[in-house]
């Protein structure tokens, strides 16, 4: 019978034609739509976890209530056994010590006198360790404008923005106005290795970004960092596992009222990336469920007017003897193989979409030039196993859905006044 019912609806385009293009529209864009928000939300979580919170963050209880102010006198204390002991508890993670700074970039003249200032907002990684990932995390020799990484101590990137605001060349050196970790006020000088832009307007502004090392004797912060964060080994952020380690880590850690004591934060605890995170979970059933809506309201309507054109056609079927659960089962029948065609037709399209914007993104930088958030400006979609079946869940359930409504009209059928049609 699925032979047959397939011929007929291949060789009467006036019944399948518009369905299969409803279906295949609707399926489109619940496939394209997710992979954007999934490459979207991803893109936004993958660069705050690369940049700022980890997959999960170490501080003093309290750093953690005075983040926002960088309070490095707040600073955690013997970080290599910290990071030791976490190493040996979490071996799937790979734990790094990072130290943010401000303070004011000084620009001398040949006589050594201020030329220019400007504030500073600094990041101290590990860039110089043969074994580090530092760099390729935080995509920095990717975002050199000019010059090159760090190749030994006392060199420094800085923003290609500020390096061309202030006439700032490869090989000049600068110094950072700031304090150390005991309030005492340095002025240490660095030579400017490369200039880079992110792309980013919150860190273009007056980034620099030196080695850990450095920041070390600089801020008098030797074995000591303003945060230690951990990454999952895999590379992908695994929610669950997170708050695993952090409830384990944080009961560990919880027998006592020091305020310089320890404390673990996972991804999912910063404010604005829990929003986030609770959307990208959310968004692809939404939309399901919106398109399974919107397209069974369709197809119902479509289902309608293809019962009255087929009106004659069932009234024969029940005159030679066919009973009405045979023809429902057969429309319901016929529903299926038009979603599946019009699923795997707008599956096709939606991951071809998908994969194109995954691998050149759409460029928003003119739109977000006075963003203070910490987000792309190269928006992509992400291609995901999801996506090849996503689609089949309003394509089967909103066709079949809208059929049988429609269909259900057959059992309507009054036997007196299928023989007064006939008669007709």
Known sequence: MIKFLLKGILRDKSRSLLPVVVVSLGVFLTVFMSGWMKGVFGDMIDMNANYTMGHVKVMTRAYADNEAQIPNDLALLEVSELINQLSADYPDMEWVRRIQFGGLLDVPDKNGETRAQGPAAGRAVDLLSPDSKEAERLNIPKSIVKGQMPQSPGEVLISDEFAERFDVNIGDEISILGSTMYGSMVVPTFKVAGTLNFGMAMLDRGAIIMDITDAEMAFDMTDAAGEVLGYFKSGLYD???????????????????????????????????????????????????????????????TGLLGGLRRYTEYGVRLALGEEKSHIFRTIIYEAMIIGSIGSIV????????????????????????????????????????????????????????GNALAGYAIYKRKTAQLFKELEV
């Open 239 to 301: 929610d669950e596992q997170a708050l695993i380690v952090r409830d384990a880590f944080n009961q560990k850690h919880s027998d006592t009222d020091d305020e310089f004591a320890p404390i673990m934060q996972r991804l999912r605890d910063e404010p604005s990336l829990k929003q986030y995170l609770n959307m990208a979970d959310n968004m692809s059933a939404m939309m399901v469920m919106i398109f399974v809506i919107a397209m069974s309201i369709v197809l119902w309507n």
């Open 346 to 401: 707008g599956s096709i399209f939606g991951i071809a979409v998908s994969y194109y914007l995954q691998e050149n993104g759409i460029d928003f930088s003119a739109l977000m030039e006075n963003v203070t958030m910490m987000m792309p400006t190269v928006y992509r979609a992400k291609v995901t196993p999801e996506l090849f079946y996503i689609g089949f869940i309003p394509g089967l359930l909103a066709m079949t859905l």
